[in-house]
């Protein structure tokens, strides 16, 4: 007797050229209104499932993978991180865990970039400025801000976001240095004219730090309130990466007394939280994790992530693989 076609649980609502891909090898569920799914849903909704395409909100770890059960052959994530995926604990028992790498490095270093441009430029400031009806004049030293040509761009992690961020910067005359666990081939160093150097030695020398390396035990609060005391005090951060790899208290703190003069953020440390302080402060432009938010992105990765878990499913090499 053929056997019954695979269950594919679908953690939140996806495109539809990435469900359709789905439906033709499986039955296929996922919640219908969308909503996140609390720890104990998710655990119910996918027993006996044979895959899963989850989001970078599900804790995938020992608990998921006997919640799901023998069955389960493959978590593909929609999403390049997957800091929430205990690797170690799903390959151990056989399952495949897969990613979204390079269809969203170009989406989510515009953002970075533009986040930059946000807070050197004081656009939110401007903006809220203009909604507040508060009475302004053009003048010669109104709202002014900091330029970006000649200025230096430290990037923590010069994997593709890291490069793709780095080569909009030399767009702007950005001269870009990096740090990172090892010094990158010597051809990108040459296209990017980047310098490598120790992260003490980044933090202290750039105008900007860009961080653009996974959140790993080692990158967890990289910056805290030493890094943010090493920076100099006209510098800015970027982060796009993940949350916790800056302690937000420690930020706050550095933004409020001048330790250095602003930040882009678009994660957060305990999201969809956002500390309070921040929301204070007028020296930090913030954005709701939309890194890779674009239509066609999202398509692609949605996509991407429904053709791993196919291939899986019909015993083929999955595309993008974490090799955990
Ligand atoms: N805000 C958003 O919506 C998005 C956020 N991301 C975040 O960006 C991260 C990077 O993505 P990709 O560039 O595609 O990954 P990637 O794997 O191409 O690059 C990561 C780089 O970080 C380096 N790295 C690893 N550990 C490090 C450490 N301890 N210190 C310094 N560098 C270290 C790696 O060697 C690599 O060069 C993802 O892990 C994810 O957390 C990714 C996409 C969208
Ligand atoms: O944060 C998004 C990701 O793809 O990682």
Request: some cysteine.
């Amino acid at each position: 007797m053929a056997d019954a076609s695979p269950r594919i649980v679908v953690t939140r609502e996806i495109p539809q050229a990435a469900l359709d891909l789905l439906r033709e090898i499986g039955d296929v569920w996922w919640p219908q209104p969308d909503k996140a799914l609390s720890p104990g849903e998710l655990h119910q909704v996918i027993a006996g499932a044979d895959a899963v395409v989850s989001t970078l909100q599900d804790r995938v770890d020992a608990a998921f993978a006997d919640a799901a059960g023998p069955r389960l052959k493959v978590v593909s994530t929609v999403a390049v991180g997957y800091d929430n995926i205990d690797v170690p604990a799903l390959t151990s028992r056989g399952i495949v865990v897969t990613n979204t790498p390079g269809v969203l490095t170009d989406a989510t270093a515009d953002l970075a970039f533009g986040l930059l441009l946000a807070v050197t430029r004081r656009l939110g400031e401007g903006e809220r400025l203009l909604r507040s009806r508060t009475p302004w004049s053009f003048h010669l030293g109104f709202m002014l801000g900091s330029g970006l040509q000649g200025k230096t761009l430290g990037i923590v992690g010069l994997g593709q976001i890291g490069r793709a961020m780095a080569r909009r910067a030399l767009a702007f005359g950005m001269d870009i240095r990096y740090s990172g666990r090892r010094r990158a081939d010597e051809a990108i160093e040459r296209e990017l004219g980047a310098t490598y150097l120790s992260f003490e030695e980044l933090l202290s020398s750039s105008d900007v730090v860009s961080l653009h390396c996974p959140l790993t035990p080692l990158t967890h609060h990289l910056i805290d309130a030493d890094a943010l005391a090493r920076m100099k005090p006209s510098a800015y951060l970027i982060n796009t990466t993940r949350g916790p790899v800056v302690d937000e208290s420690a930020l706050a703190k550095a933004l409020a007394d001048g330790t250095i003069a602003g930040a882009g953020l678009d994660v957060f440390e305990n999201e969809p939280e956002v500390h309070p302080d921040l929301l204070e402060l007028d020296n930090v432009a913030l954005a709701p994790h939309l890194g890779s938010a674009t239509v066609e992105t999202r398509t692609a990765m949605a996509t991407l992530a429904a053709r791993n878990a196919v291939a899986v499913l019909t015993g083929t090499q999955p595309p993008t693989p974490v090799r955990g």
